[in-house]
């Protein structure tokens, strides 16, 4: 898609993505995907065309579910980007995941893991297609890839993802963060560490991140 001078749209799952648009061919300030049904798939591509994007200054993911895999690319294209002053990624699933009961592993091959106790999927959130049956819970389920599982650190029973620390250390060009309603426990210190080197970001916003008291001890040393 990146090196293509045809395709100006592409649709993987919810609303389609403009390419043109997320590569910077068509210039804009802003880019407002919000609400669009997004996955893991539909972050990967953007982030794939915005790491080159030089005018793209506001990306809104907001309510979508791209999950740990679209979360940890979308941070990982912080590095390439030297123009994006604002994003979004509230309500998205990302952050912390449970591993899944062994009940339901049989339904699900390769890393699977299940969000649903951790993030409290609203049922209406949940397609049709992700009910489960024969007694299996009934929940969100992300598929890892293998990079992923590397990316993150063990806290007891949960994998705590590092990769918006990884970003916040690697991007200088960030004013305003919003990963609001995702769940980072574990991760305050590695975030802290990660503030204490990235002096252009004014705005970080954290709310309901399932943090913990020492997440914000982490997080008042940074």
Do not use: W
């Amino acid at each position: 898609l990146f090196a293509s001078d045809t395709i100006c749209q592409v649709k993987l799952e919810g609303d389609a993505l403009p390419v043109n648009t997320l590569k910077g061919i068509s210039p804009v300030k802003g880019v407002d995907l919000s609400k669009k049904k997004l996955r893991a798939s539909s972050a990967i591509v953007i982030a794939a065309l915005i790491g080159a994007n030089g005018s793209l200054m506001e990306l809104n993911l907001r309510d979508n579910k791209i999950g740990p895999d679209g979360g940890k690319a979308v941070c990982e294209a912080l590095a390439d980007n030297k123009s994006l002053t604002k994003l979004d990624l509230s309500s998205n699933y990302i952050g912390c995941v449970d591993e899944m009961p062994e009940s339901a592993k049989k339904h699900y091959p390769g890393n699977s893991f299940a969000v649903g106790s951790m993030l409290k999927i609203p049922e209406e959130d949940l397609e049709e297609e992700e009910e489960e049956e024969d007694g299996a819970p009934r929940m969100e389920v992300f598929v890892l890839s293998e990079a992923n599982v590397e990316g993150m650190i063990k806290i007891g029973n949960l994998s705590c993802n590092t990769f918006l620390a990884d970003a916040l250390s690697k991007n200088g060009s960030l004013t305003s963060l919003d990963v609001s309603d995702n769940a980072f426990q574990g991760s305050g210190e590695a975030i802290g560490a990660a503030l204490k080197t990235h002096t252009s970001l004014k705005e970080l916003i954290m709310l309901n991140c399932k943090l913990t008291c020492d997440d914000g001890k982490g997080l008042a040393a940074g």
